[in-house]
């Protein structure tokens, strides 16, 4: 086998596309510009929430401002955005503004790749002027067999943008999809990814009706979608084709992208966990300036150890302190685990008294 395996069972025949470097590093923002589609993919994952609605998300939080957004890549540090949706060329105005945006508010080295169905010509060269670098095409499976009279050469030839191809590995499609390989390589695109086909609750009564079945009960990966891309991989050895699994995108990639967030969010009581998690202490308290004095006074915990959070109505403080005095105090006590997103969702909670 000519292609190289990587960590949690992806593969490569060639060098990946920069958007994917920047992403299994963690270091690229999911900017969703609509959850709008007119392709109607039956193995589409996008979840209800997003599915066929005009909204906004970057990463896990929805936005309604462009400050939101600029705000989102700050506070991970990213060093470029993947544009998705729903299609990002259903609202190509928006989609647009947001790449001169992005540009403009952290220059021309923010690197930001964009995944369409739409193959035109037209909106590949506005999406070159507006500063996009590289552009995933998803044809619809149906015409993967047949691509010829795509505007796809011509959009090779007609910008300097990165060109790849980037669809699931559906079992049984493998002479399908080295059909459309030879085509869009014959092109001139730069690169394909192929990603494990994965049940989602929103495609889960579309793909059971089609007769597919789970890998396995600790993922959502479809049976015989790996062996479906490796076998393309063997057929065309010496294209750089990238089959990106399940557990990658979750196990690598999110995990990354949720660490570099806490990393560069984390106040001092913060621990960052290995997942890109945060563990803290919580104290719920009638008054809660009162509780913070009494730390201060009776156990000299320092003002950056603590944090009152007026949202949630809770003070926040070391864990590794509350673990200490936590038994001997007179208020609620918890240590929790919860994501770094904007939401802060909570993972675990254990009561310390």
């Not at 990946?16 to 999911?30: N, Q, W």
């Not at 998300?57 to 939101?68: I, P």
């Not at 945060?278 to 009162?290: H, M, N, S, T, W």
């Not at 909570?346 to 009561?351: A, G, I, K, M």
Request: hydrophobic fraction near 40%.
């Amino acid at each position: 086998m000519a292609f190289v395996r990587f960590d949690s069972g992806s593969a490569a025949n060639g060098p990946l596309a920069k958007g994917c470097e920047l992403c299994i590093k963690g270091s690229k923002m999911v900017l969703l510009v609509t959850g709008r589609c007119r392709a109607g993919c039956f193995y589409c994952p996008v979840s209800a929430e997003k599915k066929g609605k005009d909204v906004v998300y970057a990463n896990e939080g929805r936005v309604d401002s462009d400050g939101e957004i600029l705000e989102e890549c700050r506070a991970m540090a990213a060093e470029g955005a993947g544009i998705t949706g729903g299609d990002p060329s259903e609202t190509l105005d928006r989609t647009l503004h947001y790449i001169s945006l992005l540009k403009d508010a952290f220059g021309k080295d923010f690197h930001l790749h964009m995944y369409t169905s739409v193959i035109s010509l037209e909106n590949a060269k506005k999406l070159e002027a507006a500063g996009l670098d590289e552009i995933r095409y998803h044809p619809r499976d149906s015409t993967w067999a047949d691509m010829e009279g795509s505007e796809l050469p011509d959009i090779v030839s007609g910008t300097s943008m990165d060109v790849g191809i980037e669809i699931p590995a559906l079992p049984g499609r493998e002479d399908d999809i080295i059909a459309l390989a030879k085509y869009a390589f014959g092109a001139g695109i730069r690169f394909m990814n192929l990603n494990e086909l994965e049940f989602s609750e929103s495609n889960w009564g579309m793909m059971e009706s089609r007769g597919y079945e789970m890998k396995d009960d600790v993922s959502a990966a479809v049976l015989g979608a790996e062996e479906t891309a490796i076998a393309v991989m063997d057929a065309l050895p010496d294209l750089p084709i990238h089959f990106c699994s399940s557990t990658f995108k979750d196990g690598v990639q999110l995990r990354n992208r949720l660490k570099r967030r806490a990393e560069n969010t984390a106040r001092e009581y913060d621990v960052v966990t290995d997942d890109g998690t945060f563990l803290k202490g919580i104290v719920y308290a009638d008054d809660l300036e009162k509780a913070a004095s009494y730390m201060r006074e009776q156990y000299e915990v320092p003002d950056e150890l603590m944090f009152i959070d007026r949202d949630r109505n809770r003070m926040e403080i070391a864990a590794w302190i509350l673990e200490e005095i936590g038994r001997e105090l007179p208020f609620r006590c918890y240590i929790v685990e919860e994501y770094p997103t904007r939401d802060r969702l909570e993972v675990e909670r254990t009561p310390v008294n």
